[in-house]
């Protein structure tokens, strides 16, 4: 519970900048939803047959990926500072905060990068197991698997100041090393989606369509998604026993 409750406490401290670039990713979200195939839980998605059979119209498929590039900016951005006070408040160390504050862009820049990269990755994925025509539940499982082993690279990334490959190494050792931090995440990220769910289906029940939308989405990218952020910095820490003292 300490856990919980040290991450709700970080939250709150973060809560102003976690709401102008959580509203930002909001703001930019709602239009790219009018875009998508469909919505669930407030994000929005392309279907892989759309993209096979081409009927995504090449202009809805560029603002789709300018809108995509702005939200990944304040992801990353947001990702990044939280981690950083996250850092600050286990540490306590001022001078090593400042200088991991000099290279804040830099880290911004990689994680854009990072996830950007994951991204298309996970797409091709998707676009070989739709052609295989695996079936939907392994294809699933499949993608949760690889997923895990990118759960831990921003905090990698951030915090040990590191490219894309050593932090996906770190990443991974942690994901093998403490796989109870693995599951943590998914079992709460699992609470929050089925709580998201919940709203999904009980405001629908309204007939006002864009209700259940408008809710999720906020709810998403205001609480949900911050607040895991938060979570995996503190469980990322949790491998050093004498706190920070191992980060450069």
Known sequence: MRLFSDSLEAYFESLSLISV???LVFAVML???????YVVVGAGFIRYADVLAGTVPPSD???FLLVGIVSLFSLSFLSTAVTLIVKLRRSMDDINFMKLLVKFPRYVLRLMIAWGAIG???FLVGLVFNAASLPPALSALAMLLMWAFFIFLPQALILHDK?????LKESTYYCLKKPAGVIIYYLLATFFLLIMLALDVGLGQTGIFWLPVLVNTLLLFIFVIPYLEVLKANLYLTRYKLLLSGLK
């Open 21 to 23: 670039f959580g509203f």
């Open 31 to 37: 239009f790219l939803l009018s875009m998508s195939s």
């Open 61 to 63: 498929a560029v603002i």
């Open 120 to 122: 298309v990755a996970s």
């Open 163 to 167: 490219e894309f490959v050593p932090a």
